[in-house]
């Protein structure tokens, strides 16, 4: 029989992600609209936005931190653009988001002197083989492995390179060590649930320094340009953006950064995030079909939460068969209205995704589990989904 108990909310989407409980539209009331985002009302809000961003997640003073455009994509790209190019780079692979900005580096900007660490979907590369004397570019997080780094021990403190570290779907649910972190993006969309198309650049001092004193050999778009005459562009750390963002947007991670702080922070952000994971993590000891797709415990993320089927039976089918059970299985949770957007990512092994970041509630997922045990029970023993 299907479970008797649904989702409060049955959105569990990796992106854009759940916004936290209680929000409405209302919640906008206080955008600033029909005005300029260069007016002295405008920079004030985006202000807002980047001080409350360095009181939640502790990030140094002497950090700058600046709103860019399109994502954490945008961010990420920027870094790569404007820093890479002084010396070799080690680039960090284990799942999608990591294999892309290994081939902009390789196909794009083409440096001479590039070590790509790659290991499979489950698995980090081996970290100790890292030459800190290098850049290097890697995901905290994983968001289509569900696979992530433990900590950031293996970054040697008096490292000579740059640590680029795209972030964006383990800001606000995971402890970043800033001393270790030179350049860290993320984007509103992820763990905050905000809205996208808005990245987040945060720039140590040293990164700063290397904008400084290296001018990269290839051309830098507008978008990308963070100096100018050789001086970094103060003004993007204080809330004058590169280009126009949406002010609705700000609005909104105004409001999501104010509930972080009314719930207690960084702490009770990451404690949410992890009591999610333990949920799953309860579910998957007590089944007999399903299991992490991470293959160590202490490298497994707590916000982008992807399963496989390991039951012998489904591991036995042909490929495309093994595709059409997960599209049977997520088209039907989705028709019942108890979970959306719960499929693997589409360059990732055939499995689930489930978000667990701080906006979404242990009561949902503790409400969802069973109906993946009856969804996977009805196709296994070939009874009807409807």
């Known amino acids: 029989m299907k479970p008797a108990r649904r989702p409060g909310n049955p959105n569990f989407s990796s992106g854009p992600c759940r916004k936290r409980s209680g929000w409405t539209l209302s919640c906008l009331s206080n955008t600033l609209d029909g005005r300029s985002h260069r007016s002295a009302p405008g920079k004030a809000k985006l202000a807002e936005v980047i001080d409350r961003t360095r009181s939640v997640l502790n990030i140094p003073r002497d950090y700058r931190i600046g709103i860019v455009p399109a994502s954490d994509t945008g961010a990420v790209e920027m870094a790569m653009w404007s820093l890479l190019g002084a010396r070799g780079v080690d680039v960090l692979v284990w799942e999608s988001f990591g294999a892309g900005w290994a081939l902009d580096i390789n196909g794009q900007l083409r440096l001479a002197d590039v070590r790509v660490m790659k290991s499979d979907y489950g698995d980090l590369p081996d970290l100790t083989a890292v030459d800190s004397d290098r850049d290097i570019v890697f995901t905290w997080n994983g968001t289509t492995s569900g696979v992530c780094v433990p900590n950031g ?16 779907s383990a800001a606000f649910a995971m402890d970043l060590p800033w001393d270790k972190l030179d350049v860290t993006t993320f984007s509103w969309q992820k763990v905050l649930g905000g809205e996208a198309a808005h990245g987040t650049l945060i720039l140590s001092p040293r990164a700063v320094a290397r904008l400084e004193s290296h001018t990269p050999s290839w051309p830098i778009p507008k978008i990308f340009r963070l100096t100018k005459g050789g001086k970094l562009i103060e003004g993007i750390f204080r809330g004058e ?21 009314s719930i207690g922070g960084l702490a009770a952000l990451i404690g949410r995030a992890q009591a999610n994971l333990s949920v799953v993590e309860r579910w998957v000891s007590r089944g007999d079909w399903a299991d992490f797709l991470s293959n160590h415990a202490m490298s497994r993320s707590c916000t982008s939460i992807c399963l496989k089927i390991t039951d012998s039976w ?36 055939p499995g689930f995704r489930l978000w667990g970041g ?11 589990l069973p109906w993946l045990d009856w969804a996977f029970t009805q196709v296994k023993t070939g009874r009807s989904l409807d």
Request: hydrophobic share 40%.
């Open 153 to 168: 021990d293996w970054i040697a403190a008096d490292r000579a390179g740059l640590t680029i570290c795209d972030a964006t």
């Open 241 to 261: 953006t590169i280009n126009t963002p949406s002010m609705l947007c700000v609005e909104d991670v105004i409001d999501a950064l104010k509930w972080s702080e």
């Open 314 to 349: 489904f591991t036995g089918l042909p490929q495309d068969q093994r595709k059409g059970v997960l599209k049977q299985i997520t088209a039907a949770l989705d028709s019942e209205g108890v979970a959306h957007d719960i499929g693997s990512y589409r360059e990732a092994p």
């Open 358 to 368: 701080a906006t979404v509630e242990c009561s949902d997922l503790e409400a969802l």
